[in-house]
């Protein structure tokens, strides 16, 4: 029931973290055993809230307009590219997206720029763990223009000692290659590191690959309910992995 998602950290095993019931779940990493934190950033660190209202809301509105087609007709064109291209590098392309859509995307998404929202707790976080001396590494599948514009609205760009981008290696975090990859460039001990991501596709590369722990986050998107995740070890948000040891 509590998944594979932490080695190293046997003493929490059987306990029940998925009830909601403990006010902490601190006990699901063993700081002790960390030195390297790794975080996604959209539905880990910043609310997804701010894509669900962007792919689902104001791109196919843009669509409509720009074909001269009923909502619903645009939403219907572009559900096949959505479920077609997700895991692929393509799916988190702006550039690719507004080639398909014939909408300019990285414009469309500053012009949204005012809903993009920290998830509650994550500034605590980052702070705590950069005071703790780790280092603290934001590794996002998300294309340029859009962490780059998230970065500038949240101001939380000074918080990482490194933004390392997917795009920049050539393959999402869900490609078994994509952590030799990042590796080979910027070393980090895997067993020492903490990866935490909203995506089990890409949390099971990061557990395959050998993270000493890799937790997921239930409560990605303030917009939707919190989700049930039996496969991981997880928290609704990362300030419950505090206090830091
Ligand atoms: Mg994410």
């Known amino acids: 029931m509590l998944g594979q998602g932490l ?7 059987g306990r029940d973290y998925h009830s909601g019931m403990k006010p902490f779940a601190a006990e699901l990493v063993d700081w002790t055993r960390t030195d390297h934190v790794l975080l996604d950033m959209d539905g880990t660190v910043l609310d997804l809230a701010f894509d669900t209202h962007f792919w689902r809301d104001v791109v196919p509105l843009h ?10 007709e645009a939403r219907l064109r572009l559900e096949p590219y959505f479920t077609g291209l997700q895991g692929r590098l393509e799916w988190y392309c702006l550039d690719h997206w507004s080639r398909l859509t014939g909408l300019n995307l990285a414009q469309l998404k500053a012009a949204a720029r005012e809903r993009i929202a920290v998830l509650p707790g994550s500034e605590a976080f980052l702070d705590a763990v ?12 998300a294309h340029r223009d859009s962490w780059q514009l998230k970065m500038a609205q949240t101001g939380l760009a000074g918080h990482f000692d490194r933004i390392l981008c997917a795009h920049d290696f050539g393959m999402p975090k869900e490609d078994p290659r994509f952590w030799p990859a990042l590796r080979a460039q910027h070393g980090f001990e895997p067993q020492r590191a903490l990866f935490a991501d909203d995506s089990l596709p890409v949390l099971r590369a990061a557990r395959d690959y050998g993270f000493g722990a890799v937790v997921a986050i239930r409560h990605p998107d303030s917009s939707q309910p919190k989700r049930v995740i039996e496969e991981f070890s997880a928290v609704d948000r990362l300030e419950q992995l505090l206090p830091i040891a």
């Open 130 to 141: 950069r005071a703790s001396g780790r280092s603290l590494w934001l590794v996002t599948n």
């Open 63 to 72: 669509y409509a307009q720009a074909q001269g087609i009923a909502l619903e």
């Open 7 to 13: 080695k190293g950290g046997a003493e929490s095993e």
